[in-house]
């Protein structure tokens, strides 16, 4: 037998969206070692964050003093090279365009270092699932040592860009924003001069 239940709607507001992208980001960083995974959750990460502005404007687009206040935002925001970039990745998503990644990868070594004069390194994606899998051989009659892969995913522009870092630095960006409106939208209202 099966109950039926109702899910109470989901207020949806910018500050949700903000919280959904932060989700996504840290789905990224969990799944940095998955080629399968990693690559969904930035395309769903990208356009989460996009939408908070979208929910920011539908939410206080007819308040005079948020349209005064975010006409000046968002000529800084197409000001911003990153969040121009961050938009671009977004849009090429979107347009079934995808983003061109890439993805570096090296074992995590001990902090003290190797010491050794042969040194084999193995690595493969396994299966369905997409994850990194890498194996190091230290001398030559040394075992394979399974080993966890250090993984930074980039994009080539006209210079190498971390995603994650950018990733991360638009989310900073993202925030500060919607503190700045919160702290302005309670702010009391100035007496007329």
């Known amino acids: 037998m099966l109950l039926k ?26 799944t940095r070692a998955n080629v399968r995974l990693f690559p969904h959750h930035l395309s769903a990460f990208l356009s989460a964050l996009r939408s908070v ?23 800084a925001m197409r000001g911003n090279p990153l969040l121009r970039m961050l938009k671009e990745f977004r849009d090429e998503e979107l347009h079934a365009r995808p ?17 050794t004069d042969h040194v084999e390194l193995t690595t493969t994606t396994t299966d369905e699932s997409g994850e990194i899998k890498m194996w190091i051989k230290v001398g030559k009659e040394g075992a394979d040592e399974e080993v966890a892969p250090e993984v930074r995913w980039v994009v080539d522009m006209p210079e190498e ?9 638009g989310l900073r960006h993202i925030d500060a924003l919607l503190r700045e409106w919160d702290e302005r939208s309670k702010a009391p209202a100035k007496p007329p001069v």
């Open 5 to 30: 239940a109702e899910m109470v709607p989901l207020a949806v507001s910018a500050h949700a969206k903000f919280h959904e992208s932060v989700y996504f980001f840290n789905r990224m960083i969990e």
């Open 53 to 75: 502005t979208f929910y920011l404007q539908a939410q206080f687009g007819r308040d005079a003093a948020f349209a005064e206040w975010y006409g000046k935002k968002q000529e």
């Open 99 to 115: 983003v061109a990644l890439k993805f570096l990868q090296s074992p995590k070594l001990p902090r003290e270092g190797i010491l």
């Open 161 to 169: 860009v971390d995603v994650l870092e950018s990733c991360e630095d």
